[in-house]
């Protein structure tokens, strides 16, 4: 008898208990957690619609211009131009091809003999390789490759640094301060893991001697190991919206487009107008653009030229490259703001598209709506019923913009779904860096050189004594990540109990695609 008093005693109790805190949980809830919840709402419907009318106007854009076949670069004569070139041959332009690169054992020699194999007249050809390799073995190869070169006729110079002062722009910028570049009217900068076709300069070069206004031409990028695996195949789809998109819509439209800081040639004259490279930011060749823009040059982007080179199969490689292209666009914004709508040169609709669309949004609320609505404000609607969440901004809007963003790459259409998912997952990553960026703080100067296999990652899978040991366990777990799985994960159990609204089905997908982010098993296996 006593047993069974005190046992009711206990279930009273704890009854009592959580009696309680249902009471202050639903006092809270209407007094608190609905207001905030609200004003969220409105924010990310507000930077969602943005977003979409953003999305929109691109895909409607290039539309007309596939429709009417109005792309920027075919409007000029490219084939004269170059039979033009070929007949006075006395005056075919210097040209300096520079290669920067660091520690890159796994590719320097397919950059350097890509670009070695260019075809230009030799002795209007220079080849710069800026070699920044802190490993001595690899210092010594770079360099036993260029003098391999140099003694077959290609002029070839090899620069090495004592210091990484500058990083990129720090090396771009000393190479084109050597003497014998003095002579140069045009530059091609290529990564470490680019390969240029031997044509490419009869491809680019022409545009920059029939229109002296032309400050950059960009080239298109063409990723070789896209199939490696799904990461790789996400990441295309991503980057092919950028360049099929959003570069062709800037170049065909006459408006500000990057450069994206390798595969283009710049004007030399452009770069000295513009104040040279500046190592203010983790991007450099985007603040060169702006800057050269604001001078009055212009771009043209050439979307039938494309360069192969490499996607990060990594996802510590791919991640410490999204920090540094979403933290530099937000902290160059910071910097750059004002001096663009002071600047004089340009007219305000271009201030407004470069501010606005080019940064604002793109670069910005992009990353923000996508985290903060879709996996923050949108999970918490579906548990506070006191919150309407219309089906018009929570699913037909974000539904229709995914597909304008996803149209670039038609072979993986069929991926959407991962591709929404990954995405989402990304930008946690992406809105903290941009952040970090808006406010300069730690990180905000990161630069950690993207690291890239070649043909070393096929040859470890066929050759399993090349493999290394795999990372350990505390550097494939990302907190963050696994923080916000749960938080969905809760979010999907309560909506699956008490609502009737399916919205339990998103949740848990986005909820295991965030674990299995958080756990590391994402990308290709690290060797």
């Given at each position: 008898?006593?047993?069974?008093?005190?046992?009711?005693?206990?279930?009273?109790?704890?009854?009592?208990?959580?009696?309680?805190?249902?009471?202050?949980?639903?006092?809270?809830?209407?007094t608190v957690?609905?207001?905030?919840?609200?004003?969220?709402?409105?924010?990310?419907?507000a930077?969602?619609?943005?977003?979409?009318?953003?999305?929109?106007?691109?895909?409607?854009?290039?539309?007309?211009i596939?429709?009417?076949?109005?792309?920027?670069?075919?409007?000029?004569?490219?084939?004269?131009?170059?039979?033009?070139?070929?007949k006075?041959?006395?005056?075919?332009?210097?040209?300096?091809?520079?290669?920067?690169?660091?520690?890159?054992?796994?590719?320097?020699?397919?950059?350097?003999?890509?670009?070695?194999?260019l075809?230009?007249?030799?002795?209007?050809?220079?080849?710069q390789?800026?070699?920044?390799?802190?490993?001595?073995?690899?210092?010594?190869?770079?360099?036993?490759?260029?003098e391999?070169?140099?003694?077959?006729?290609?002029?070839?110079?090899?620069?090495?640094?004592?210091?990484?002062?500058?990083?990129?722009a720090?090396?771009?910028?000393?190479?084109?301060q050597?003497?014998?570049?003095?002579?140069?009217?045009?530059?091609?900068?290529?990564?470490?893991?680019?390969?240029?076709?031997?044509?490419f300069?009869?491809?680019?070069?022409p545009?920059?001697?029939?229109n002296?206004?032309?400050?950059?031409v960009?080239?298109?990028?063409k990723?070789v190991?896209?199939d490696?695996?799904?990461m790789?195949?996400l990441?295309?789809?991503?980057?092919?919206y950028?360049?099929?998109?959003e570069?062709?819509v800037?170049?065909?439209t006459?408006?500000?487009?990057?450069?994206?800081?390798?595969?283009?040639?710049?004007?030399?004259?452009?770069?000295?107008?513009?104040?040279?490279?500046?190592?203010?930011?983790?991007?450099?060749?985007?603040?060169?653009?702006?800057?050269?823009?604001?001078?009055?040059?212009?771009?043209?982007?050439v979307?039938?030229?494309?360069?192969?080179n490499?996607?990060?199969s990594t996802f510590?490689?791919f991640?410490?490259?999204?920090?540094r292209?979403?933290?530099?666009?937000?902290?160059?914004?910071?910097?750059?703001?004002?001096?663009?709508?002071?600047?004089?040169?340009v007219?305000?609709?271009?201030?407004?598209?470069?501010?606005?669309?080019?940064?604002f949004?793109r670069?910005?609320?992009?990353?923000?709506?996508?985290f903060?609505?879709?996996?923050?404000?949108?999970?918490?609607?579906?548990?506070?019923?006191?919150?309407?969440?219309?089906?018009?901004?929570a699913?037909?809007?974000?539904a229709?913009?995914?597909?304008?963003?996803?149209?670039?790459?038609?072979?993986?259409?069929?991926?959407?779904?991962?591709?929404?998912?990954?995405?989402?997952?990304?930008?946690?990553?992406?809105?903290?860096?941009?952040l970090?960026?808006?406010?300069?703080?730690?990180?905000?100067?990161?630069?950690v050189?993207?690291?890239?296999?070649g043909n070393a990652n096929?040859?470890?899978?066929?050759?399993?004594?090349?493999?290394?040991?795999?990372?350990?366990?505390?550097?494939?777990?990302?907190?963050?990540?696994?923080?916000?799985?749960?938080?969905l994960?809760?979010?999907?159990?309560?909506?699956?109990?008490?609502?009737?609204?399916?919205?339990?089905?998103?949740l848990?997908?986005?909820?295991?695609a965030?674990?299995i982010?958080?756990?590391?098993?994402?990308?290709?296996?690290?060797n």
């Amino acid at each position: 008898m006593r047993n069974t008093f005190h046992e009711e005693t206990e279930m009273r109790a704890s009854s009592n208990i959580a009696g309680k805190l249902t009471d202050l949980w639903q006092e809270k809830r209407v007094t608190v957690v609905v207001p905030i919840l609200t004003v969220a709402l409105y924010i990310c419907v507000a930077m969602s619609i943005m977003l979409f009318i953003e999305r929109l106007y691109m895909t409607c854009v290039i539309l007309g211009i596939k429709f009417l076949g109005k792309k920027r670069y075919t409007m000029y004569r490219l084939n004269a131009l170059k039979e033009e070139v070929e007949k006075k041959k006395k005056e075919y332009p210097k040209v300096l091809v520079q290669i920067p690169m660091y520690n890159e054992r796994e590719v320097y020699k397919l950059s350097i003999g890509a670009v070695c194999a260019l075809s230009w007249p030799s002795q209007c050809l220079i080849v710069q390789v800026l070699d920044d390799s802190t490993n001595k073995s690899i210092r010594d190869m770079v360099q036993a490759e260029c003098e391999k070169w140099s003694s077959k006729g290609v002029n070839v110079m090899y620069e090495n640094r004592d210091n990484r002062s500058g990083y990129k722009a720090g090396a771009l910028r000393e190479g084109l301060q050597k003497e014998y570049v003095r002579d140069c009217k045009f530059v091609a900068i290529f990564d470490a893991d680019f390969q240029p076709d031997d044509k490419f300069l009869w491809k680019t070069i022409p545009y920059l001697l029939e229109n002296p206004e032309l400050g950059l031409v960009q080239a298109k990028w063409k990723f070789v190991n896209a199939d490696e695996c799904l990461m790789t195949r996400l990441q295309e789809m991503s980057l092919d919206y950028h360049f099929n998109v959003e570069q062709e819509v800037g170049s065909s439209t006459y408006q500000f487009f990057g450069f994206n800081g390798t595969a283009g040639v710049w004007r030399i004259e452009a770069i000295n107008d513009a104040g040279g490279w500046k190592d203010r930011t983790t991007v450099e060749d985007m603040d060169l653009a702006v800057r050269a823009s604001l001078k009055g040059w212009k771009f043209i982007y050439v979307g039938d030229l494309p360069v192969k080179n490499e996607l990060p199969s990594t996802f510590k490689t791919f991640r410490f490259q999204q920090h540094r292209w979403s933290c530099g666009p937000a902290n160059l914004f910071k910097k750059m703001t004002k001096e663009i709508i002071f600047c004089e040169r340009v007219s305000i609709w271009k201030k407004i598209q470069v501010v606005y669309a080019f940064f604002f949004v793109r670069k910005i609320i992009a990353h923000w709506v996508t985290f903060l609505f879709y996996c923050v404000v949108i999970p918490a609607c579906t548990v506070v019923p006191e919150v309407y969440l219309p089906k018009l901004v929570a699913i037909y809007i974000p539904a229709i913009t995914t597909l304008l963003n996803s149209g670039g790459t038609k072979r993986s259409l069929h991926l959407i779904v991962f591709w929404i998912l990954f995405e989402n997952v990304m930008s946690l990553h992406r809105s903290k860096a941009a952040l970090i960026g808006l406010l300069e703080a730690n990180r905000v100067n990161e630069w950690v050189v993207t690291e890239k296999l070649g043909n070393a990652n096929r040859q470890r899978q066929s050759n399993p004594r090349l493999t290394k040991k795999r990372q350990c366990l505390g550097e494939r777990i990302h907190m963050g990540e696994i923080c916000v799985g749960i938080y969905l994960l809760i979010c999907a159990i309560i909506n699956m109990r008490l609502r009737n609204d399916h919205f339990f089905v998103y949740l848990y997908m986005q909820s295991a695609a965030f674990f299995i982010v958080g756990f590391g098993y994402v990308g290709a296996t690290p060797n």
